[in-house]
């Protein structure tokens, strides 16, 4: 039987990860090479690595760690942050990215997914969603979550799956960094949409949050930061209660 | 040395690095003469059947591959690749097993993405594995036939991986599959 996957995501900045509250308000979480192969150790099914910094600057340095990152860990794992362009996404592939994650460039134009896609295989691309609800309407946020497309969240998930995207990653800018349990409308709405992976994302407080995730939902997986990142919840305890509950878990 | 085929597109750094982890030296190569030398030969796989097989053809490795005598491994798309044909982008394959690679059916969550137990091993390549879940990324599958080794339940049973000869193929990404895909590398090696 397929699990349910259990993602933690590692904000990185300069270098070094990083975790902010609603999108704001970073606060240093340590060596992201380190936690990865602690969190791989742990039983982490995969792992998101977004530079949220994402300047031309910081390329060479995001490469550097890429390559070392795919020497030391061997789960597989994601890296989103600036991919504005074909190429980008191919310097990242190449230095041992499994898959990449594309956000406002994917939203703004489309066809970047399909490039991308037909170049390296559906299965590289996630594209990923902030959503916001915003008059009864969970619309896409793009611009690191600073503009409202006015976009509601369902078409343009339909229209990422229809250019090839193979994985959705959903987050709720409402939800995250509030540890209050993730928003199991919005994924409900995208899973009931389209028929590729999607991975809830934003608000992760407690190992019942994640209960109620796949319980509720048909999220294929979780993506947390924070409450990996400072030790609240460990992912062997974490994976050892949903098993219990019946949660088909690695 | 172990040759990993090169053949555009695709993440071959990855099976690199899970060698280098196991202390095996390697090279990445289209070379036909590398390949033919080499002590084992592994095939990755990402990216689309038809681009890959264009590059394959370019590089005259189709009528290479088949014929080589010392261990092969195909992983994920390279698994398809050794299969007769594949349904994506209609694409004849190398045609060392006879198998057709078709698509998953509409109407579910594809691709199968994640940890999946592999079920029914047989042979070599699965001595010693305590954890049966394996990490899957694939929108095509190859029947169970009769040369499959292990099977995977995902809408329906699919070959997990198959062997003919001294061809062994995975669909499952070994390297990617923590300390169960190195034990499954370890095994090819071990050959």
Redesign the interface.
């Known amino acids: 039987?397929?699990?349910?996957?259990i993602i933690p995501c590692l904000d990185i900045k300069d270098g070094r990860t990083v975790k902010g509250t609603q999108f704001v308000d970073l606060k240093d979480a340590g060596d992201p090479i380190a936690l990865a192969q602690k969190y791989?150790a742990q039983g982490a099914?995969e792992l998101v690595f977004l530079d949220i910094t994402a300047t031309i600057e910081n390329r060479k340095t995001l490469v550097e760690l890429v390559k070392k990152i795919?020497?030391s860990i061997?789960?597989?794992f994601t890296v989103g942050g600036g991919i504005r362009t074909l190429e980008d996404a191919a310097l990242l592939?190449?230095?041992?990215?499994?898959k990449i994650s594309i956000n406002s460039a994917a939203y703004n134009n489309p066809e970047l997914i399909k490039e991308i896609a037909?170049?390296?295989?559906?299965?590289?691309v996630v594209v990923a969603i902030d959503a916001k609800y915003i008059d009864n309407s969970w619309n896409v946020f793009t611009n690191g979550g600073r503009t409202d497309t006015g976009c509601n969240i369902i078409a343009w998930a339909k229209k990422a799956a229809d250019q090839g995207a193979?994985?959705i990653l959903l987050t709720s800018m409402d939800n995250d960094g509030a540890r209050s349990g993730f928003a199991i409308e919005p994924v409900n709405e995208v899973c009931n949409a389209v028929?590729?992976?999607v991975i809830a994302s934003g608000g992760a407080g407690c190992k019942e949050d994640f209960y109620a995730l796949f319980q509720n939902s048909?999220a294929?997986?979780a993506l947390a930061a924070g409450i990996f990142h400072y030790d609240q919840l460990q992912i062997p305890r974490l994976k050892e209660y949903l098993k219990t509950n019946q949660i088909p878990i690695? | 040395m172990i040759a990993i085929i090169q053949y555009g597109g695709g993440n071959t750094g990855s099976v690199q690095n899970a060698l280098n982890r196991l202390g095996v030296h390697s090279i990445i190569t289209s070379d036909a003469g590398i390949i033919q030398s080499a002590e084992k030969v592994i095939l990755p796989g990402v990216g689309a059947a038809g681009a890959a097989m264009q590059a394959i053809r370019r590089d005259g490795l189709d009528k290479i591959i088949p014929n080589l005598k010392q261990p092969v491994l195909g992983i994920c798309l390279g698994m398809q690749l050794l299969c007769k044909y594949s349904e994506e982008n209609n694409t004849t394959c190398l045609g060392v097993f006879d198998a057709r690679v078709i698509k998953f059916p509409e109407g579910y969550i594809v691709p199968h993405i994640g940890w999946n137990n592999i079920e029914n091993t047989k042979r070599i390549l699965f001595s010693e594995i305590a954890d049966k879940n394996t990490y899957f990324v694939h929108s095509y599958y190859v029947p169970v036939c009769t040369d499959t080794v292990a099977t995977c339940q995902y809408i329906l049973p699919f070959s997990a991986a198959i062997q003919k000869n001294n061809f062994y193929a995975t669909q499952f990404h070994p390297e990617k599959s923590g300390d169960t895909g190195e034990q499954i590398l370890k095994n090819f090696l071990e050959i």
Do not use: T, V
Request: glycine share 8%.
């Open positions: 039987m397929l699990k349910k996957r791989a099914d795919a020497a061997n789960i597989p592939i190449r230095s041992g990215a499994d037909n170049h390296f295989g559906s299965q590289c193979g994985e028929s590729i992976p048909n294929s997986a690695r």
